[in-house]
């Protein structure tokens, strides 16, 4: 069983920037793959990037392209998403998932969740 937990979250004015982090336990961490993930209040969950289990492939939702950025360090067991130009539609609850070692966009090929983190822009 591999444990998550996400952290850096918090209020940011629009423009500004956060640095999400997901530790990992219980498991293997250089096996998985990992997902970041966020869900807005009254939507459904949406991918928002992914990264390969030896971190050479990186994958992004559209709307975040450009802006963020998933890396990782397997020596720390550790994931980060680092957000810039945030925006209000940014404003969600961030959660980090895991599967063994090919990223994917669909919230169901994940096994494992964090408890997720509130991050908020204002404008």
């Known amino acids: 069983q591999v444990q998550l937990v996400e952290s850096g979250g918090g209020l940011v004015q629009a423009g500004g920037s956060l640095r999400l982090s997901c530790a990992a336990s219980g498991g293997t961490f250089s096996r998985y793959a990992m997902g970041w993930f966020r869900q807005a209040p009254g939507k459904e969950r949406e991918f928002v990037g992914s990264i390969n289990w030896t971190g050479t492939i990186t994958e992004y939702a559209d709307s975040v392209r450009g802006r963020f950025t998933i890396s990782r360090d397997n020596a720390k067991n550790t994931v980060f998403l680092q957000m810039s130009s945030l925006n209000p539609e940014d404003t969600a609850v961030y959660y980090c998932?895991?599967?063994?070692?090919?990223?994917?966009?669909?919230?169901?090929?994940?096994?494992?969740w964090g408890q997720g983190t509130q991050v908020t822009v204002s404008s």
């Open positions: 998932a895991a599967r063994y070692y090919v990223g994917a966009t669909q919230s169901s090929h994940y096994d494992y």
